[in-house]
Nanobody
Framework: QVQLVESGGGLVQAGGSLRLACAASGRTFVLHAMAWFRQAPGKEREFVAATINWNGAKTYYADSVKGRFTISRAGANDPLYLQMDSLKPEDTAVYYC??????????????????WGQGTQVTVSS
């Protein structure tokens, strides 16, 4: 079992920055992938960013956040972060941390992740 707790959400003006954190506990030594997804009201959950640990810690981003968001994790016992810069009103959503405990080359499909956090609200005002 893996437990995930997100933090760092809040209200920010357009152009501002926020940093989300995801603390993992439990069987963290088997985390092959960690990712951030988001869900806006009335929309489906969408991929934001991922880091795949078993293939050299490669990172992947949705086109909508590329160049503005950065996913990072210093070490196996450190939180997963999502640094969000140049925020836009369309970034408003509940942001979820997700992890996967098996190896796969996919990174952007929500159904391939085993464990999820409770989510943290990010609101960007115009």
């Amino acid at each position: 079992q893996v437990q995930l707790v997100e933090s760092g959400g809040g209200l920010v003006q357009a152009g501002g920055s926020l940093r989300l954190a995801c603390a993992a506990s439990g069987r963290t030594f088997v985390l092959h992938a960690m990712a951030w997804f988001r869900q806006a009201p009335g929309k489906e959950r969408e991929f934001v960013a991922a880091t795949i640990n078993w293939n050299g810690a490669k990172t992947y981003y949705a086109d909508s956040v590329k160049g503005r968001f950065t996913i990072s994790r210093a070490g196996a016992n450190d939180p997963l972060y999502l640094q969000m810069d140049s925020l836009k009103p369309e970034d408003t959503a509940v942001y979820y941390c997700a992890v996967r405990v098996y190896m796969s080359e996919t990174y952007d499909l929500a159904e391939t992740y085993n464990y999820w956090g409770q989510g943290t609200q990010v609101t960007v005002s115009s």
